[in-house]
């Protein structure tokens, strides 16, 4: 079955420290990765996509993430975060070859920012 | 760039009332996707529309009702409203002229039941 999985519910992080958040996926045909962030009451924002080439992804803000095909892994991270990082962080898979393919997400990172 | 457009924003219904959300997708762009989002949970597919016809169909429950329109535009139609209908509804659009099906997300519409 197609699955996302978040390992960690939490994460609590100093500012200023690195960051990586960890995701997994189970997907039969070929994966379509997203990373988005969503701050409380607020919509879904987009932070970093992978379809193809390069397995190292730019997104915005400053994150970045590593697709590894051998591990069925998606991780995001961030070199220095800031205290506005602070938000719930979604991993999602989709392969969007057909209309009828929808996007599944994993039950999100809640990520914590100490002074 | 024009981005996929919900109304309202923001909605409050009593218990067993109706209530109607409405999604305009990208310019251009003719499949649509509704997901639900409940309180701290991820979001999840409701149902799609091609060409005004349905595409897909997720968990949604039976007192739902969605439909696309011929300028592309769909409507999710929410009746006997419950309290754990309260949730945030996405709306997403792609389209077929693409390469992928690559959605594009709406700020979606928080339905609060009381």
């Known amino acids: 079955a197609q699955s996302v999985t978040q390992p960690d519910i939490h994460i609590t992080v100093s500012e200023g420290a690195s960051l990586e958040l960890r995701c997994n996926y189970s997907?039969?045909?070929?994966?379509?990765l997203f990373w988005y962030v969503q701050s409380p009451g607020q919509g879904l924002q987009l932070l970093l996509k992978?379809?193809?080439?390069?397995?190292l992804v730019q997104g915005i803000k400053g994150f970045e993430a590593e697709f590894k095909r051998s591990q069925s892994s998606f991780n995001l991270r961030k070199p220095s975060v800031h205290w506005s990082d602070a938000a719930e962080y979604f991993c999602?898979?989709?392969?969007?070859?057909?209309?009828?393919?929808?996007?599944?997400f994993g039950k999100g990172t809640r990520l914590h920012i100490l002074p | 760039a024009a981005g996929v457009i919900q109304s309202p924003r923001h909605l409050i219904k009593e218990k067993r009332e109706t209530a109607t959300l409405k999604c305009y997708p990208i310019?251009?762009?003719?499949?649509v996707y509704w997901y639900q989002q409940g309180p701290g949970q991820d979001p999840q597919f409701l149902i799609s529309?091609?060409?005004?016809?349905?595409?897909d169909k997720g968990s949604i429950p039976d007192r739902f009702s969605a439909q696309q329109f011929s300028d592309y535009h769909s409507e999710l139609n929410m009746s006997s409203l419950e309290l754990g209908d309260s949730a945030l509804y996405f709306c997403?659009?792609?389209?077929?002229?693409?390469?992928?099906?690559?959605?594009?997300f709406g700020p979606g519409t928080r339905l609060t039941v009381t």
């Open positions: 997907y039969g045909a070929t994966p379509y």
């Open positions: 997403a659009s792609s389209s077929s002229g693409t390469r992928t099906y690559e959605q594009y």
């Open positions: 529309f091609y060409e005004k016809m349905q595409s």
């Open positions: 992978y379809f193809s080439g390069d397995t």
């Open positions: 310019p251009r762009h003719d499949t």
């Open positions: 999602a898979v989709g392969a969007l070859a057909n209309r009828d393919d929808k996007i599944i």
